[in-house]
């Protein structure tokens, strides 16, 4: 009984097969563009074999000044999927469970869900096992300073002239 019920359950998992691009899909599209931006920086290393999606986030925040301008900061992990490098349609990709996770982080700034040239996005990707907490601490500051050194002058610094 026990082995017919096993055999069932493990029938479960054939029968509903589960793609990566899920958790993608449910993010809200600022995010999805800084991901889109860290796949395409991963992709363009020449040792990389598989195809890489997203598969899950660690930490995500915005944050608005106003006039349509957003800091966007986002950890999230990728993971190799059993289909090569330059796969076009992902959509039947499944994860695979043998290579380590790659943990990036992205900041960058939006207008008006664009993301701006200046200042420079942020993208930083490592083998999660090789993150170390330099590592961490350097991303955290480059970070904060994309966001206090934006350099825009905004209506409430105008002085103006009687």
Not at 54 to 81: C, M, Q, R, W
Not at 89 to 112: G, H
């Amino acid at each position: 009984m026990a082995a017919l019920l096993l055999w069932l359950f493990s029938l479960s998992f054939l029968a509903f097969p589960s793609y990566a691009q899920e958790d993608y899909d449910s993010l809200p599209e600022p995010y999805k563009k800084g991901v889109d931006m860290a796949l395409e920086k991963l992709n363009s290393h020449a040792s990389i074999l598989h195809h890489f999606l997203f598969f899950k986030s660690v930490e995500k925040s915005e944050f608005e000044p106003g006039f349509d301008v957003k800091f966007i900061y986002h950890n999230f992990y990728l993971k190799a999927t059993k289909c090569q490098k330059g796969t076009v349609d992902s959509s039947r990709c499944k994860f695979r469970n043998d290579r380590p996770l790659i943990d990036c982080v992205t900041c960058y700034k939006t207008f008006i869900g664009e993301i701006e040239e200046q200042p420079n996005p942020y993208v930083h990707c490592v083998h999660r096992q090789a993150l170390t907490e330099d590592m961490r601490t350097s991303r955290a500051k480059r970070c904060n300073d994309l966001t206090y050194n934006s350099g825009n002058p905004t209506l409430l610094l105008s002085t103006g002239k009687n």
